[in-house]
């Protein structure tokens, strides 16, 4: 967490890690860093919105580092993912046809991250150490009936087919997903311009702290 406008950030996770999760949590709403949502409904739009004005912010400044809300649970990382989706289909970044795959739609420009590696996705001519590994960013270039053209940003640019995509890791379908939203779990270690964490009673003092962690400039949380 950089910078003094962070200072009550930085001082509240402090405290979180102390033990002090009502002082923390306090110390951030009143510093303006949590807004309360009255229904879980309410809160996924809070949250997707403020993703979006960060995701604006970043194509003014590519050079800051990608953001991506974070949620404790695959349902409430999928509901996040379909409003951020939303957003960008009403501002034309995704266009053209959409392959949907258990429910979710794929089309160009969206943002995805692999839930699995598989040695077989490779770009065309790349060495066979080359292959797409587990947590890997990309955008998709293309999209056929059967497959998707992704640009990864290790990997450059590999064919994914529906049988990868579609398959299940550990106990969740889709093997390719949309980083909009990531779920704690995969969000450890990750450094976001800005952190959109959903929190909510349900949370586990382990989940909330991963999603109030991440940020280098701002925290926005639910």
Not at 12 to 24: P, S
Request: hydrophobic letters at 40%.
């Amino acid at each position: 967490q950089q910078g003094e406008a962070m200072s009550e950030v930085r001082l509240a996770l402090d405290e979180y890690r102390e033990g002090m999760i009502t002082q923390a949590l306090d110390r951030l709403a009143l510093d303006g860093r949590i807004t309360e949502a009255a229904s879980v409904d309410e809160a996924y739009d809070l949250l997707s919105c403020a993703w979006y004005s960060e995701h604006q912010a970043r194509i003014l400044d590519p050079d800051r580092k990608i953001s991506s809300m974070t949620a404790e649970h695959h349902h409430q990382r999928r509901e996040l993912n379909l409003r951020a989706r939303a957003l960008l289909q009403a501002d034309g970044t995704l266009n053209g046809p959409e392959l949907v795959i258990d429910g979710a739609g794929f089309q160009v420009n969206d943002l995805v991250i692999t839930r699995a590696g598989d040695h077989d996705l490779r770009a065309e001519g790349a060495p066979r150490t080359h292959w797409v590994r587990n947590g890997s960013r990309g955008v998709v270039s293309e999209v056929a009936e059967d497959h998707l053209v992704v640009d990864f940003e290790r990997w450059g640019r590999v064919t994914v087919p529906v049988s990868f995509i579609d398959q299940e890791v550990k106990g969740v379908r889709g093997a390719l997903a949309h980083s909009y939203a990531l779920t704690t779990f995969a969000a450890q270690g990750a450094t976001m311009a800005t952190a959109t964490p959903l929190i909510t009673d349900a949370s586990s003092r382990e989940g909330a702290y991963v999603g109030l962690t991440r940020p280098q400039f701002d925290l926005a949380a639910v």
